[in-house]
């Protein structure tokens, strides 16, 4: 009884560190290589007209959005590929698709890894933490505000997988397009935070095509993604 115990804790250790080994995407880039407070603006000031407006934008969206659209919001708070599955159709998925998975957690990784430093240096409050009348209907977070992560990585993948299926490409971005916005939808951002995410979204996308690693994974994920989807 005590041998077999001691193997299924061993097997339980072997599937934990795994998982856990799974989940550490490595980005393509870092922050050292794409320094986004070198491109792009500051934010406006708490107190400006720009962010007085926006905030206002924000509440009217606040009052006007349905329930449809707070579902969609909602959903859409998840950083991951699937959630263009709609353009995609059902063969879109990621056990059927291993190799464009793992290709695309290291490209979500990619944003934190060059996103999050930036926002740590702008340190723009949400939206909610300038006004007690926001309230968001996704996950609340604390981290900075500009730019948007969530609009960064939309742009990315969007991009990044018009290219593998160029067919689809307006109805992708079309896609990509609304995943950030659901982040103003949600109350979460300020539009202007989903425009420099836009920027920045495609600034990274440019330099990854180009780099020689990121073109060698790219194309096996190109690959096996076509192969699925029979095209």
Sequence with gaps: MKRFASLAAGFLLLVTGYAAHADEAQPFVTNKDIDL???????PANDSAETKAELGEVLTLQVTRTPEMEKRAIADAEENVWRFADVMGPKFNKETLPKFSAFFDRVVATEGAVVDPAKDVWKRPRPHQLSDL??????LSNSGSWPSGHATVGTMMGIILADMVPEKRAEIMARAAEFAHNRVVGGIHYPSDIEMGKISGSVIAAVLLNRPDFKAEYEVARSELRSDLGM
Excluded: D, F, G, H
């Excluded at 926001?134 to 996950?139: F, I, L, R, S």
């Design 134 to 139: 926001v309230k968001p209907v996704v996950k």
């Design 37 to 43: 407070t070198m491109i792009l603006p500051p934010p």
